[in-house]
């Protein structure tokens, strides 16, 4: 089962760029897919973005769509979530996981990291 650790977050003024990390040890195979979330306090864990294994499909959440980007090196087992124009809204504790179907649901997701915070000032 793979294992996923985050890292990247921060503190940023609006506007500001972050890059956060997933990265992935243990057991992985192909039809693994990547899938970012964020929760913000009080509120549920929401969809950002996903990838394929692959590599060659990603979705993004309507919020986020041509400020994050979502991308792998696969030669690392790393993934990341280039987060560009932030806003404060975007505030949230932000999960990388796996799943072995094509999904937005959280629920469809079995294997979590442990969350990297990222916090954006007005």
């Known amino acids: 089962q793979v294992q996923l650790v985050e890292s990247g977050g921060g503190l940023v003024q609006a506007g500001g760029s972050l890059r956060l990390s997933c990265a992935a040890s243990?057991?992985?195979?192909?039809?693994?897919?990547i899938g970012w979330f964020c929760q913000a306090p009080g509120k549920e864990r929401t969809f950002v973005a996903r990838?394929?294994?692959?590599?060659?499909?990603?979705t993004y959440a309507d919020a986020v769509k041509g400020r994050f980007t979502i991308s792998r090196d696969n030669s690392k087992n790393t993934w990341y979530l280039q987060m560009n124009n932030l806003k404060p809204e975007d505030t949230a504790v932000y999960y990388c996981?796996?799943?072995?179907?094509?999904?937005?649901?959280?629920?469809?997701?079995?294997?979590w990291g442990q969350g990297t915070q990222v916090t954006v000032s007005s």
């Open positions: 990838i394929t294994w692959s590599g060659d499909l990603r």
């Open positions: 996981a796996t799943t072995g179907t094509w999904s937005s649901r959280s629920w469809d997701y079995s294997n």
């Open positions: 243990g057991r992985t195979y192909p039809t693994l897919h």
